[in-house]
Structures are given as structure tokens and as C-alpha cells.
């Protein structure tokens, strides 16, 4: 007969443990260093914003990117626009149509204040314009916007979204400073509706 088999050689548990540790540490540092590097794949959200897209464009919009900063202090008229648009009030919440294409609705700031816009723009510049406006409370802040034009009306729709933490703006007012390129408008007259939820702003301008 042979020889019985000695049993299978085991690691102690504290061993196994660190093992585990050292596992879910690893883990996590990698996670947290290359998790900043994208955006994580939410499939329900990127399979509704790809089938708002379609909508958009099968419904004849265009997105257009547009940059926003905060200024510190406000820019001159005279500098922003040495030959002002002039601003007219609009109703309030976005077109029925708009609205209605897309996956996720922005969160409009209640009131559009004052806007400075150029009456004005070259083919090949980039369009600037500010505006205030207000927004609901301490702990929310502009956080970016989006432009949509269709045929020869633009609808500026800025988004705000909540502070994290403990953070708190000074002041319900923003100033806003927003610039889009000009490249793809043709030369011609546009329309431009800068959207809130209460109260709108609506211009317009020339592409020479």
C-alpha cells in the first residue's frame, strides 16, 4: 500500500487576512488614481443622452459648444460691446419642442438680470456676451451651460447644480461671462433666447 498523503498545506488566517487587506488597498488607490482620470460609464444616462442627441438632430438642432466664466468684477459695456444688442424680455422655461428632445432638463437659474451682447461678429471671431442672473439659493452655482441653435435661433440655456460640502456662494446674483465660436453660422441675422426658469432675454445679432 502507498504511503497516505500528508494534507494540503494551508496559509494561517492571519495571513489570509493581510492578504485581503492588502487586496482591498490596492484596489482602492487605483481606483481613486485613475478614477479622476474619465467619467464613469453610466449606461442608463449615456443611452438616454445618445437618444437625446438623435431626437435634436432629427428634430433640425445643432449643439454648439460654449465656455462661461465668473468674472470677478464685471466687464465694461463699452469693451464687450462697443455696438450693444438690444435686449428684450421673453417668457420663461425652454421651448416646448426643445424641452421636450431632451434626456435631462437643465436647471434654468430663476430670473436672467442684465444682459450685454454685440450687435456684431465676424465669421472667424468668437461671440461674448454677460448676463446676471439669479440663482435659488446660497448652496447652488452656475456650473456650466449649453447652446442650441437651429436654423437662425440660438437657445442659451444655462445649468446650475449644488456646491459640495459645506460650501456657500456670497451672493444669489452671478455674473456671467459666456463665448461660442462663429464658425459654422453663416453670415446673416440670428436670434439668440438666453433661458430661466422665470424670465428670459432675447436679442439679436449679424454674422457680417
Not at 435631462?104 to 437659474?109: E, V
Not at 440660438?154 to 459666456?178: D, I, Y
Request: glycine content about 8%; some cysteine; hydrophobic content about 40%.
Amino acid at each position: 500500500m502507498s504511503a497516505a498523503r500528508p494534507p494540503p498545506r494551508t496559509l494561517p488566517m492571519p495571513w489570509i487576512v493581510a492578504a485581503i487587506v492588502l487586496f482591498i488597498l490596492g484596489y482602492t488607490v487605483l481606483r481613486l488614481h485613475y478614477g479622476k482620470r474619465g467619467k464613469p460609464f453610466e449606461p442608463y444616462h449615456d443611452i438616454g443622452e445618445q437618444a437625446s442627441t438623435q431626437r435634436l438632430l432629427g428634430l433640425g438642432y445643432q449643439r454648439i459648444p460654449v465656455d462661461i466664466e465668473r468674472p470677478a468684477d464685471p466687464l465694461p459695456a463699452a469693451r464687450l460691446a462697443p455696438a450693444a444688442a438690444a435686449v428684450v424680455n421673453a417668457l420663461g422655461g425652454l421651448p416646448e419642442e426643445l424641452g421636450g428632445a431632451l434626456a435631462t432638463r437643465p436647471a434654468l437659474p430663476a430670473v436672467i438680470g442684465s444682459v450685454t451682447a454685440p450687435l456684431e461678429v465676424a465669421p472667424t471671431d468668437t461671440y461674448r456676451l454677460q448676463f446676471t442672473c439669479a440663482q435659488p439659493d446660497y448652496k447652488t452655482q452656475i456650473h456650466g451651460a449649453f447652446l442650441y441653435r437651429k436654423d437662425r435661433q440660438l437657445f442659451l440655456l444655462p445649468h446650475f447644480e449644488k456646491m459640495s460640502g459645506q460650501l456657500l456662494a456670497r451672493s444669489k446674483e452671478s455674473v456671467v461671462l459666456a463665448s461660442f465660436p462663429t464658425q459654422s453660422l453663416k453670415p446673416g441675422r440670428y436670434t439668440v433666447t438666453l433661458c430661466g426658469g422665470h424670465t428670459s432675454k432675447s436679442w439679436g445679432f449679424t454674422v457680417k
